[in-house]
Protein backbone atom coordinates (compact mmCIF):
# COMPACT_ATOMS: atom_id res chain seq x y z
CA UNK A 1 0.00 0.00 0.00
CA UNK A 2 1.03 3.20 -0.84
CA UNK A 3 1.39 5.72 2.12
CA UNK A 4 1.56 9.61 1.04
CA UNK A 5 5.10 11.37 1.71
CA UNK A 6 4.35 13.57 4.37
CA UNK A 7 2.71 10.52 6.47
CA UNK A 8 5.90 8.74 6.29
CA UNK A 9 7.94 10.22 9.63
CA UNK A 10 11.29 8.10 10.27
CA UNK A 11 8.97 5.45 12.80
CA UNK A 12 6.53 4.94 9.73
CA UNK A 13 9.56 4.29 7.37
CA UNK A 14 11.13 1.80 9.74
CA UNK A 15 7.85 0.41 10.05
CA UNK A 16 7.32 -0.40 6.43
CA UNK A 17 10.74 -1.92 6.04
CA UNK A 18 9.80 -4.14 8.40
CA UNK A 19 7.53 -5.81 6.86
CA UNK A 20 10.19 -7.20 4.02
CA UNK A 21 13.36 -6.80 5.99
CA UNK A 22 14.70 -8.39 9.13
CA UNK A 23 16.35 -6.84 11.73
CA UNK A 24 19.58 -4.11 10.18
CA UNK A 25 17.90 -1.36 12.26
CA UNK A 26 20.61 1.08 12.15
CA UNK A 27 20.63 0.96 8.10
CA UNK A 28 16.58 1.01 8.29
CA UNK A 29 17.20 4.47 10.62
CA UNK A 30 19.86 6.13 8.49
CA UNK A 31 18.00 5.70 5.14
CA UNK A 32 14.29 6.61 6.99
CA UNK A 33 16.15 10.10 8.15
CA UNK A 34 17.55 10.45 4.64
CA UNK A 35 14.79 9.96 3.08
CA UNK A 36 12.42 12.35 5.72
CA UNK A 37 15.35 14.91 4.82
CA UNK A 38 14.01 15.30 1.52
CA UNK A 39 10.49 15.76 3.01
CA UNK A 40 11.64 18.04 5.15
CA UNK A 41 14.38 19.96 2.22
CA UNK A 42 10.86 20.21 -0.20
CA UNK A 43 9.20 22.60 2.48
CA UNK A 44 11.77 25.00 2.54
CA UNK A 45 12.35 28.46 0.18
CA UNK A 46 13.67 27.84 -3.04
CA UNK A 47 16.56 29.41 -2.19
CA UNK A 48 17.25 27.61 0.86
CA UNK A 49 16.55 24.76 -0.66
CA UNK A 50 19.01 24.59 -2.95
CA UNK A 51 21.77 24.76 -0.27
CA UNK A 52 21.17 21.72 1.13
CA UNK A 53 22.86 18.47 -0.26
CA UNK A 54 22.09 14.64 0.74
CA UNK A 55 23.60 12.97 2.90
CA UNK A 56 25.03 9.69 1.49
CA UNK A 57 25.06 6.65 3.06
CA UNK A 58 27.65 3.79 3.02
CA UNK A 59 26.41 0.45 4.09
CA UNK A 60 29.53 -1.93 5.24
CA UNK A 61 28.26 -5.62 5.78
CA UNK A 62 28.63 -8.82 4.01
CA UNK A 63 26.80 -10.23 1.25
CA UNK A 64 22.83 -12.12 1.69
CA UNK A 65 22.28 -9.43 5.01
CA UNK A 66 19.75 -7.01 3.23
CA UNK A 67 21.88 -3.83 1.96
CA UNK A 68 20.39 -4.22 -1.43
CA UNK A 69 16.49 -5.01 -0.22
CA UNK A 70 17.10 -1.62 1.66
CA UNK A 71 18.02 0.42 -0.87
CA UNK A 72 14.95 -0.98 -3.46
CA UNK A 73 12.09 -1.63 -0.47
CA UNK A 74 12.93 2.39 0.11
CA UNK A 75 12.67 4.07 -3.34
CA UNK A 76 9.44 1.70 -3.92
CA UNK A 77 7.99 3.01 -0.82
CA UNK A 78 7.65 6.51 -2.09
CA UNK A 79 8.19 5.50 -6.05
CA UNK A 80 11.10 6.97 -6.75
CA UNK A 81 13.19 6.05 -9.52
CA UNK A 82 16.10 3.57 -8.34
CA UNK A 83 18.81 2.49 -10.42
CA UNK A 84 21.33 -0.95 -8.73
CA UNK A 85 24.82 -0.81 -10.46
CA UNK A 86 27.99 -2.33 -9.52
CA UNK A 87 31.43 -0.50 -9.03
CA UNK A 88 32.97 -2.93 -10.81
CA UNK A 89 31.29 -1.80 -13.93
CA UNK A 90 33.16 1.28 -14.62
CA UNK A 91 36.45 1.64 -15.79
CA UNK A 92 38.66 4.85 -16.26
CA UNK A 93 37.83 7.09 -19.39
CA UNK A 94 39.89 5.71 -22.25
CA UNK A 95 39.71 2.53 -21.01
CA UNK A 96 36.91 -0.30 -22.86
CA UNK A 97 33.90 -0.33 -20.32
CA UNK A 98 31.17 1.54 -19.00
CA UNK A 99 31.64 5.20 -17.88
CA UNK A 100 30.07 6.63 -14.83
CA UNK A 101 27.80 9.07 -16.84
CA UNK A 102 25.95 6.06 -17.69
CA UNK A 103 24.50 5.94 -14.17
CA UNK A 104 22.70 8.94 -14.57
CA UNK A 105 21.54 7.77 -17.84
CA UNK A 106 20.11 4.66 -16.67
CA UNK A 107 18.28 7.05 -14.00
CA UNK A 108 16.47 9.10 -16.01
CA UNK A 109 15.72 6.20 -18.44
CA UNK A 110 14.28 4.56 -15.16
CA UNK A 111 12.10 7.53 -14.04
CA UNK A 112 10.76 7.99 -17.88
CA UNK A 113 9.35 4.98 -18.10
CA UNK A 114 7.94 5.46 -14.69
CA UNK A 115 5.86 8.62 -15.03
CA UNK A 116 5.00 7.14 -18.06
CA UNK A 117 3.27 4.11 -16.76
CA UNK A 118 1.61 6.73 -14.71
CA UNK A 119 0.58 8.76 -16.86
CA UNK A 120 -1.20 5.83 -19.29
CA UNK A 121 -2.79 5.05 -16.35
CA UNK A 122 -4.65 8.44 -15.87
CA UNK A 123 -6.12 8.01 -19.22
CA UNK A 124 -6.42 4.32 -19.24
CA UNK A 125 -10.06 4.24 -19.54
CA UNK A 126 -10.15 6.96 -22.70
CA UNK A 127 -7.40 5.07 -24.18
CA UNK A 128 -9.34 1.75 -23.79
CA UNK A 129 -12.45 3.54 -25.72
CA UNK A 130 -10.69 4.46 -28.45
CA UNK A 131 -8.97 1.12 -28.84
CA UNK A 132 -12.31 -0.34 -28.95
CA UNK A 133 -13.79 1.73 -31.92
CA UNK A 134 -10.57 0.86 -34.39
CA UNK A 135 -11.13 -2.59 -33.26
CA UNK A 136 -15.01 -2.08 -34.46
CA UNK A 137 -13.48 -0.85 -37.74
CA UNK A 138 -11.23 -3.48 -38.47
CA UNK A 139 -13.89 -5.96 -38.61
CA UNK A 140 -15.09 -4.18 -41.44
CA UNK A 141 -18.49 -2.52 -39.65
CA UNK A 142 -18.11 0.99 -40.86
CA UNK A 143 -16.30 -0.34 -44.24
CA UNK A 144 -19.78 -2.07 -45.11
CA UNK A 145 -21.39 0.47 -44.35
CA UNK A 146 -19.13 3.15 -46.23
CA UNK A 147 -19.34 1.06 -49.45
CA UNK A 148 -22.63 0.25 -49.79
CA UNK A 149 -23.44 4.32 -48.88
CA UNK A 150 -20.54 5.14 -52.07
CA UNK A 151 -22.29 2.45 -54.34
CA UNK A 152 -25.58 4.19 -54.10
CA UNK A 153 -23.92 7.57 -54.69
CA UNK A 154 -24.05 7.18 -58.08
CA UNK A 155 -27.55 6.68 -58.58
CA UNK A 156 -28.17 8.98 -56.44
CA UNK A 157 -26.97 12.10 -58.42
CA UNK A 158 -28.99 10.68 -60.99
CA UNK A 159 -32.49 10.68 -58.95
CA UNK A 160 -31.47 14.47 -58.16
CA UNK A 161 -30.93 15.38 -61.34
CA UNK A 162 -34.58 13.54 -62.60
CA UNK A 163 -36.29 14.58 -59.81
CA UNK A 164 -34.49 17.82 -58.19
CA UNK A 165 -33.90 16.22 -54.46
CA UNK A 166 -34.73 13.43 -52.34
CA UNK A 167 -37.86 12.88 -51.03
CA UNK A 168 -39.00 11.58 -48.09
CA UNK A 169 -38.71 7.96 -48.37
CA UNK A 170 -35.26 8.36 -49.01
CA UNK A 171 -34.36 10.56 -45.96
CA UNK A 172 -35.95 7.47 -43.82
CA UNK A 173 -33.85 4.85 -45.63
CA UNK A 174 -30.47 7.15 -44.68
CA UNK A 175 -31.86 7.30 -40.84
CA UNK A 176 -32.85 3.60 -41.15
CA UNK A 177 -29.54 2.51 -42.43
CA UNK A 178 -27.99 4.78 -39.42
CA UNK A 179 -29.73 3.59 -37.27
CA UNK A 180 -29.03 0.00 -38.39
CA UNK A 181 -25.12 0.98 -38.38
CA UNK A 182 -25.16 2.08 -34.57
CA UNK A 183 -27.23 -1.23 -33.29
CA UNK A 184 -24.83 -2.94 -34.99
CA UNK A 185 -21.52 -1.15 -33.79
CA UNK A 186 -23.25 -1.39 -30.19
CA UNK A 187 -23.46 -5.46 -30.40
CA UNK A 188 -20.20 -6.02 -31.92
CA UNK A 189 -18.76 -3.39 -28.94
CA UNK A 190 -20.23 -4.91 -25.82
CA UNK A 191 -18.83 -8.67 -27.10
CA UNK A 192 -15.39 -6.95 -27.83
CA UNK A 193 -15.65 -5.71 -24.07
CA UNK A 194 -16.73 -8.53 -22.29
CA UNK A 195 -14.10 -10.52 -24.40
CA UNK A 196 -16.34 -12.89 -25.76
CA UNK A 197 -14.31 -12.65 -28.99
CA UNK A 198 -10.67 -12.32 -27.80
CA UNK A 199 -9.56 -15.80 -29.44
CA UNK A 200 -10.67 -14.02 -32.55
CA UNK A 201 -8.15 -12.94 -35.11
CA UNK A 202 -8.36 -9.72 -36.78
CA UNK A 203 -5.79 -7.65 -38.83
CA UNK A 204 -4.48 -4.09 -37.11
CA UNK A 205 -2.28 -1.22 -38.00
CA UNK A 206 0.16 -0.43 -34.97
CA UNK A 207 3.49 1.80 -34.66
CA UNK A 208 6.65 0.24 -34.46
CA UNK A 209 9.95 2.25 -34.28
CA UNK A 210 11.84 2.26 -37.31
CA UNK A 211 15.12 0.88 -37.10
CA UNK A 212 17.91 3.32 -37.70
CA UNK A 213 19.70 3.27 -40.75
CA UNK A 214 23.09 2.92 -39.87
CA UNK A 215 25.24 1.66 -36.36
CA UNK A 216 28.17 3.30 -34.68
CA UNK A 217 30.58 1.51 -32.43
CA UNK A 218 31.98 3.50 -29.35
CA UNK A 219 33.59 2.14 -25.87
CA UNK A 220 30.36 3.48 -24.65
CA UNK A 221 28.37 1.56 -27.12
CA UNK A 222 24.78 2.35 -28.37
CA UNK A 223 23.16 4.58 -25.23
CA UNK A 224 25.83 6.90 -26.10
CA UNK A 225 23.57 7.18 -29.39
CA UNK A 226 20.34 8.14 -27.97
CA UNK A 227 18.59 4.67 -28.90
CA UNK A 228 16.75 2.76 -26.74
CA UNK A 229 16.72 -1.18 -27.33
CA UNK A 230 12.99 -0.87 -27.43
CA UNK A 231 11.98 2.72 -28.73
CA UNK A 232 9.33 2.67 -26.77
CA UNK A 233 10.23 5.82 -24.79
CA UNK A 234 13.07 7.30 -27.35
CA UNK A 235 11.32 10.40 -28.94
CA UNK A 236 14.55 10.72 -31.70
CA UNK A 237 13.51 6.90 -33.22
CA UNK A 238 10.91 7.50 -35.95
CA UNK A 239 7.36 5.51 -36.43
CA UNK A 240 5.61 3.55 -38.93
CA UNK A 241 2.85 1.95 -39.82
CA UNK A 242 2.87 -1.78 -39.44
CA UNK A 243 0.37 -4.58 -40.52
CA UNK A 244 -0.30 -7.31 -37.73
CA UNK A 245 -2.35 -10.15 -37.30
CA UNK A 246 -3.16 -10.48 -33.51
CA UNK A 247 -6.38 -11.93 -31.71
CA UNK A 248 -8.52 -9.27 -30.60
CA UNK A 249 -7.62 -10.09 -26.86
CA UNK A 250 -4.18 -9.27 -27.99
CA UNK A 251 -5.35 -6.02 -30.11
CA UNK A 252 -6.93 -4.54 -27.00
CA UNK A 253 -3.72 -4.28 -25.18
CA UNK A 254 -1.67 -2.95 -28.11
CA UNK A 255 -4.19 -0.56 -29.11
CA UNK A 256 -5.05 0.74 -25.99
CA UNK A 257 -1.09 1.57 -25.36
CA UNK A 258 -0.74 3.04 -28.53
CA UNK A 259 -3.95 5.47 -27.92
CA UNK A 260 -3.05 6.42 -24.10
CA UNK A 261 1.02 7.10 -25.87
CA UNK A 262 -1.00 9.49 -28.14
CA UNK A 263 -3.10 11.02 -25.51
CA UNK A 264 -0.44 12.15 -23.04
CA UNK A 265 1.77 14.84 -23.29
CA UNK A 266 5.24 13.70 -24.53
CA UNK A 267 7.24 16.56 -23.70
CA UNK A 268 5.16 16.98 -19.72
CA UNK A 269 6.30 13.65 -19.27
CA UNK A 270 10.13 13.68 -20.08
CA UNK A 271 10.19 17.22 -17.90
CA UNK A 272 8.70 15.46 -15.29
CA UNK A 273 10.86 12.70 -15.05
CA UNK A 274 13.96 14.83 -15.45
CA UNK A 275 12.73 16.57 -12.27
CA UNK A 276 11.88 13.71 -10.39
CA UNK A 277 15.65 11.79 -11.60
CA UNK A 278 17.33 15.32 -9.67
CA UNK A 279 15.24 15.74 -6.77
CA UNK A 280 14.29 11.86 -5.49
CA UNK A 281 16.13 9.57 -7.65
CA UNK A 282 18.28 6.73 -5.78
CA UNK A 283 21.48 4.91 -6.77
CA UNK A 284 22.62 2.29 -5.59
CA UNK A 285 26.44 1.88 -6.18
CA UNK A 286 27.32 -1.63 -5.06
CA UNK A 287 30.81 -3.43 -4.35
CA UNK A 288 32.10 -0.53 -3.46
CA UNK A 289 35.07 -2.37 -1.46
CA UNK A 290 36.03 -3.97 -4.85
CA UNK A 291 37.46 -0.71 -6.08
CA UNK A 292 39.02 0.16 -2.78
CA UNK A 293 42.56 0.98 -2.87
CA UNK A 294 44.86 3.96 -3.60
CA UNK A 295 47.89 1.78 -5.44
CA UNK A 296 49.01 2.33 -8.99
CA UNK A 297 49.55 -1.11 -11.06
CA UNK A 298 52.38 -1.54 -13.29
CA UNK A 299 51.48 -1.72 -17.11
CA UNK A 300 48.02 -0.99 -19.07
CA UNK A 301 46.31 -2.39 -15.85
CA UNK A 302 43.19 0.26 -15.02
CA UNK A 303 43.96 1.75 -11.20
CA UNK A 304 41.18 1.21 -8.95
CA UNK A 305 41.81 5.08 -7.53
CA UNK A 306 40.74 5.87 -11.08
CA UNK A 307 37.73 4.56 -11.11
CA UNK A 308 36.95 6.18 -7.57
CA UNK A 309 38.43 9.47 -8.75
CA UNK A 310 35.48 9.34 -12.01
CA UNK A 311 32.84 8.73 -9.40
CA UNK A 312 33.79 11.60 -7.50
CA UNK A 313 31.99 14.28 -9.64
CA UNK A 314 28.85 12.42 -10.26
CA UNK A 315 28.48 11.76 -6.83
CA UNK A 316 29.11 15.44 -5.47
CA UNK A 317 26.93 16.93 -7.99
CA UNK A 318 27.91 17.52 -11.86
CA UNK A 319 25.86 17.67 -14.78
CA UNK A 320 25.58 15.01 -16.89
CA UNK A 321 24.01 15.04 -21.04
CA UNK A 322 21.40 12.67 -21.55
CA UNK A 323 19.17 12.08 -24.42
CA UNK A 324 16.07 14.08 -22.59
CA UNK A 325 18.42 16.91 -21.35
CA UNK A 326 21.30 18.19 -18.92
CA UNK A 327 20.62 16.01 -15.43
CA UNK A 328 21.88 17.58 -12.26
CA UNK A 329 23.01 15.12 -9.58
CA UNK A 330 23.57 17.41 -7.01
CA UNK A 331 20.37 16.21 -4.71
CA UNK A 332 20.40 12.36 -6.08
CA UNK A 333 20.81 10.09 -2.87
CA UNK A 334 23.85 7.70 -3.46
CA UNK A 335 23.35 4.86 -1.28
CA UNK A 336 27.18 2.64 -1.13
CA UNK A 337 27.66 -0.67 -0.38
CA UNK A 338 30.58 -3.22 -0.02
CA UNK A 339 31.52 -6.34 2.51
CA UNK A 340 34.96 -4.42 3.04
CA UNK A 341 36.41 -7.99 4.78
CA UNK A 342 39.61 -7.64 2.95
CA UNK A 343 40.11 -4.04 2.63
CA UNK A 344 38.43 -1.02 4.42
CA UNK A 345 36.32 2.12 4.12
CA UNK A 346 39.77 4.25 4.96
CA UNK A 347 41.25 2.24 1.58
CA UNK A 348 39.13 4.66 -0.26
CA UNK A 349 40.65 7.98 -1.66
CA UNK A 350 39.62 10.92 1.06
CA UNK A 351 37.74 12.65 -1.43
CA UNK A 352 35.32 10.02 -2.01
CA UNK A 353 35.19 9.23 2.21
CA UNK A 354 34.17 12.75 2.46
CA UNK A 355 31.15 12.14 -0.12
CA UNK A 356 29.98 9.08 1.84
CA UNK A 357 29.26 10.41 5.65
CA UNK A 358 27.36 8.38 6.89
CA UNK A 359 28.50 4.87 7.95
CA UNK A 360 25.87 2.20 8.82
CA UNK A 361 27.78 -1.60 9.57
CA UNK A 362 24.65 -4.11 8.88
CA UNK A 363 24.65 -7.24 11.56
CA UNK A 364 26.10 -11.11 10.30
CA UNK A 365 22.54 -13.34 10.20
CA UNK A 366 22.43 -16.33 12.27
CA UNK A 367 19.97 -18.97 12.81
CA UNK A 368 17.50 -16.58 15.33
CA UNK A 369 17.51 -14.03 12.24
CA UNK A 370 16.73 -17.10 9.37
CA UNK A 371 13.59 -18.49 11.59
CA UNK A 372 12.55 -14.70 11.97
CA UNK A 373 13.03 -14.59 7.91
CA UNK A 374 10.94 -17.24 6.96
CA UNK A 375 7.86 -16.37 9.35
CA UNK A 376 7.61 -12.55 9.33
CA UNK A 377 8.03 -11.08 6.07
CA UNK A 378 5.17 -10.56 3.67
CA UNK A 379 7.58 -12.12 0.83
CA UNK A 380 8.75 -14.72 2.70
CA UNK A 381 9.97 -17.70 1.21
CA UNK A 382 7.71 -20.34 3.25
CA UNK A 383 4.90 -17.91 1.87
CA UNK A 384 5.95 -17.62 -1.56
CA UNK A 385 5.55 -21.86 -1.88
CA UNK A 386 2.57 -21.93 -0.12
CA UNK A 387 1.08 -19.46 -3.15
CA UNK A 388 3.16 -21.36 -5.73
CA UNK A 389 1.66 -24.54 -5.38
CA UNK A 390 -1.31 -23.36 -3.72
CA UNK A 391 -1.78 -22.61 -8.20
CA UNK A 392 -1.72 -26.35 -8.50
CA UNK A 393 -4.48 -27.09 -5.46
CA UNK A 394 -1.43 -28.50 -3.05
CA UNK A 395 -2.03 -26.90 0.36
CA UNK A 396 1.96 -26.76 1.73
CA UNK A 397 1.79 -25.98 5.44
CA UNK A 398 5.39 -25.43 7.62
CA UNK A 399 5.15 -26.41 11.09
CA UNK A 400 7.40 -24.38 14.27
CA UNK A 401 10.25 -27.04 14.30
CA UNK A 402 10.30 -27.97 10.17
CA UNK A 403 11.11 -23.43 10.13
CA UNK A 404 13.60 -24.23 12.57
CA UNK A 405 15.26 -27.04 11.13
CA UNK A 406 15.32 -25.00 8.17
CA UNK A 407 17.15 -22.18 9.72
CA UNK A 408 19.53 -24.32 11.53
CA UNK A 409 20.77 -26.40 8.41
CA UNK A 410 21.17 -23.05 6.93
CA UNK A 411 22.98 -21.21 9.42
CA UNK A 412 25.25 -24.59 9.86
CA UNK A 413 26.32 -24.25 5.49
CA UNK A 414 27.12 -20.62 6.37
CA UNK A 415 29.36 -21.23 9.03
CA UNK A 416 31.32 -24.47 6.95
CA UNK A 417 31.26 -22.82 3.69
CA UNK A 418 30.82 -19.55 2.47
CA UNK A 419 28.95 -16.95 4.56
CA UNK A 420 26.23 -15.51 1.89
CA UNK A 421 23.96 -14.46 4.31
CA UNK A 422 20.02 -14.93 4.07
CA UNK A 423 20.62 -15.97 0.21
CA UNK A 424 21.64 -19.75 1.90
CA UNK A 425 17.45 -19.84 3.15
CA UNK A 426 17.13 -19.68 -0.88
CA UNK A 427 19.68 -22.81 -1.91
CA UNK A 428 18.26 -25.25 1.13
CA UNK A 429 14.39 -24.52 0.57
CA UNK A 430 15.01 -25.03 -3.08
CA UNK A 431 16.65 -28.55 -2.37
CA UNK A 432 13.67 -29.03 0.24
CA UNK A 433 10.81 -28.41 -2.47
CA UNK A 434 12.74 -29.73 -4.81
CA UNK A 435 10.44 -33.12 -5.46
CA UNK A 436 7.10 -31.59 -4.61
CA UNK A 437 7.19 -28.90 -7.07
CA UNK A 438 7.93 -31.29 -9.68
CA UNK A 439 5.22 -33.70 -8.53
CA UNK A 440 2.74 -31.07 -8.20
CA UNK A 441 0.99 -30.77 -11.37
CA UNK A 442 0.41 -34.73 -10.99
CA UNK A 443 -1.31 -34.34 -7.44
CA UNK A 444 -4.76 -34.72 -6.46
CA UNK A 445 -5.47 -31.62 -4.32
CA UNK A 446 -3.75 -32.75 -1.06
CA UNK A 447 -2.32 -31.14 2.02
CA UNK A 448 1.17 -31.63 2.48
CA UNK A 449 3.29 -30.94 6.37
CA UNK A 450 6.94 -29.77 5.75
CA UNK A 451 8.45 -30.89 10.05
CA UNK A 452 11.46 -30.98 11.47
CA UNK A 453 11.70 -35.17 10.36
CA UNK A 454 10.98 -34.26 6.52
CA UNK A 455 13.57 -31.34 6.62
CA UNK A 456 16.43 -33.84 8.53
CA UNK A 457 15.51 -36.43 6.15
CA UNK A 458 16.01 -34.16 2.59
CA UNK A 459 18.75 -31.98 4.10
CA UNK A 460 20.57 -33.15 6.76
CA UNK A 461 22.71 -35.80 5.03
CA UNK A 462 23.41 -33.26 2.48
CA UNK A 463 24.60 -30.87 5.56
CA UNK A 464 26.69 -33.40 7.07
CA UNK A 465 29.00 -34.34 3.94
CA UNK A 466 30.87 -31.07 3.91
CA UNK A 467 32.34 -31.69 0.70
CA UNK A 468 29.02 -32.49 -1.02
CA UNK A 469 26.95 -29.55 0.72
CA UNK A 470 29.49 -27.27 -0.92
CA UNK A 471 28.35 -28.47 -4.28
CA UNK A 472 24.59 -28.83 -3.36
CA UNK A 473 24.15 -26.30 -0.77
Request: proline share 5%.
Amino acid sequence: MEVPIEDLTPKQIVIELDKFIVGQNKAKRAVAVALRNRYRRQLLPPEQREEILPKNILMIGPTGVGKTEIARRLAHLVRAPFVKVEATKFTEVGYVGRDVDSIVRDLVNVSVRMVETEKIGQVREAAEERALERIIDSLGISRRHRRRKEAAQPLERMLREVIGAMDDDEEAEDEGEASRLRRARATVRDQVRSGARDSETIEIEVDEPMSPFFQVFSPQGIEEMSLDSDGATNPFIPRSKTARTVTIGEAKELLSQEEARKMIDRSAVVREAVFRAEQTGIVFLDELDKIAGRERGNGPDVSREGVQRDLLPIIEGATVVTKFGPVRTDHILFIAAGAFHVSKPSDLIPELQGRLPIRVELEDLGQLEFERILREPENALTKQYQRLLGTEGVRLEFTEDGIDEIARFAAEVNRQTENIGARRLHTVMERLMEDIAFAAPDLPSMDITIDGTIVREKIGSVVEDLDLSRYIL
